[in-house]
């Protein structure tokens, strides 16, 4: 049974640029949040997916966008990428949306200059 | 807005030893949960706490939930070298159902 999976690893961009991430969820699992990870710092929400809507928000600017589909799987995408946007992204998938443990894929590291 | 804050930031240990980690909310949680994150890796679960004065046992680990259910501790008897990593732990609050507000972090160094 494969974890979460995410893609790519490691992705280098350059300022002003788009990016897409990608995420496959735990087999079963319904729910996808994704996180941003800043060195040395804990996971920050960004937002989460459930049966393919957005359900709850955190403290990103509109730049950064998502979507799930019917399949459970997600993207994450950032527009008009930003020195600071530099991070660990992390995907994790839940089977709902509340009183359950969160699954974490191996993150994708976004470098951008 | 929820803050969730956790001391130390750092704990060098002596194999052996043992230590807590602390965790609290700036607002009532409906859970916690806590995560450990080895270097180079992603956050793996360990616990969730979810009723008030709660306590959980994982072997050396132990886990506790305030009464308030604001604040929460990880109890780590007789240290060992795998237990190297940062510990988060994350709350969740009824008014934000499903966003996971994590802590920065406790991270542990482990000295044979």
């Known amino acids: 049974d494969a974890g979460v999976t995410q893609s790519p690893t490691h992705l280098i961009k350059t300022r002003g640029q788009q990016v897409t991430l990608r995420c496959s969820p735990k087999?079963?699992?319904?729910?996808v949040s994704w996180y941003q990870q800043a060195l040395g710092q804990g996971p920050q929400f960004i937002f989460q997916y459930y049966e393919e809507e957005e359900r709850q928000r955190g403290n990103f600017p509109d730049r950064f966008s998502g979507h799930q589909f019917p399949n459970y799987s997600s993207e994450l995408n950032v527009n008009a990428l930003l020195l600071g946007d530099s991070a660990l992204y992390l995907c994790a998938s839940s089977l709902g949306r509340g009183y359950t443990e969160a699954f974490f894929g191996q993150g994708t590291r976004l470098t951008v200059v | 807005g929820q803050q969730v804050m956790q001391i130390p930031q750092y704990q060098h240990v002596q194999e052996g030893e043992d230590f807590t980690t602390y965790c609290n909310s700036s607002?009532?949680?409906?859970?916690i949960q806590w995560y450990k994150q080895r270097p180079g890796g992603h956050p793996v679960f360990l616990i969730q706490?979810?009723?008030?004065?709660e306590v959980k046992k994982q072997k050396r680990l132990t886990f506790q939930f305030g009464e308030a259910k604001k604040n929460s501790s990880l109890h780590i008897t007789a240290t060992q070298t795998t237990d190297v990593g940062t510990y988060f732990c994350?709350?969740?609050?009824?008014?934000?159902?499903?966003?996971?507000?994590f802590g920065a972090g406790t991270q542990v160094v482990v000295t044979p």
């Open positions: 994350a709350g969740m609050t009824t008014d934000s159902w499903g966003k996971l507000q």
């Open positions: 087999s079963g699992h319904d729910t």
């Open positions: 607002t009532t949680l409906s859970n």
């Open positions: 706490l979810v009723k008030s004065g």
